[in-house]
């Protein structure tokens, strides 16, 4: 069944492929991609090893490239697809960006924001979690699987 052009699987399928791209450079394959009125403005994957930066997370990068395609430091109007579940640093930063909602595939067990008592977004940012889960989850597992073995 092919996918609706503007459904959350077809923007999350956008942040797969970005995660694709951090995989075959070695990083953790995390991608994310901003959509406002129904079209991506901002692609991003992480590029922590690449830039020697540990807040080079898709997240992040995409949060700046939105920004600077708006013309705005706030990101309202605009919805996050993001593969993996973001970190604290990442849901703060998306929090002073004012979007309206975040999607996320992967659940993060081990550094994700759900692991706080309290919701750091914003107030009215709306948070939907599983979207292509299996599929986001797979890829983050053959990456660390890979690494083990190498």
Known sequence: MPLSVNSPERFMQEALKQA??????GEVPVGAVVVADNRVIARAHNQVELLND????????????????????????????????PCVMCAGALNWAQIDAVYYG??????????????????????S??????????????FFKNLREE
Do not use: W
């Open 20 to 25: 694709h791209i951090a995989f075959e450079e």
């Open 54 to 85: 540990p807040t080079a997370h898709a997240e992040i990068l995409a949060i700046t490239s939105a920004a600077e395609a708006l013309g705005s430091k706030y990101l309202e109007g605009c919805a996050m697809y993001v593969t993996l579940e």
């Open 129 to 142: 979690s599983g979207i292509m889960g299996e599929q986001c989850g797979n890829l983050l597992h053959e």
């Open 106 to 127: 992967a659940r993060d067990e081990k550094r994700g924001f759900s692991l706080l008592e309290k919701s750091i977004f914003h107030p009215k940012t709306r948070v």
